[in-house]
């Protein structure tokens, strides 16, 4: 079993930048790949970004490409979400999964976070 943490979500404004960060409780991080969704109200889960065990893959919702950009610290048992030019589009729930393999689809997602906030006001 494999708990995930996340932390970092808040309220911004249009323009500004915001990392989101998850922890995982568990001592074989290195063998998951990694990864980040998000759920609007009202809308589905939809992926964000992906990334592999050790880092060298990664993918993105096109809406983020050139934005976003996800990272891990496999020392420290920690995926990052950093996210530059905000947009009010962006306000949604994130969720961080662990998978055995890149993750696109919720549907291959083995474990889940609780989810941060973020909000983005124009």
């Known amino acids: 079993q494999v708990q995930l943490v996340e932390h970092g979500g808040g309220w911004v404004q249009a323009g500004d930048s915001l990392r989101l960060s998850c922890s995982a409780s568990?001592?074989?991080?290195?063998?998951?790949?990694m990864a980040w969704f998000r759920q609007a109200p009202g809308k589905e889960r939809t992926f964000v970004a992906t990334i592999n065990y050790n880092g060298a893959t990664s993918y993105y919702a096109d809406s983020v490409k050139g934005r976003f950009t996800i990272s891990r610290d496999n020392a420290k048992n920690t995926v990052y979400l950093q996210m530059n030019s905000l947009e009010p589009e962006d306000t949604a729930a994130y969720y961080c999964?662990?998978?055995?393999?890149?993750?696109?689809?919720?549907?291959?997602?083995?474990?889940w976070g609780q989810g941060t906030q973020v909000t983005v006001s124009s």
């Open positions: 999964a662990a998978g055995a393999f890149l993750m696109r689809d919720s549907r291959t997602v083995d474990y």
């Open positions: 568990t001592r074989t991080f290195g063998n998951y790949a």
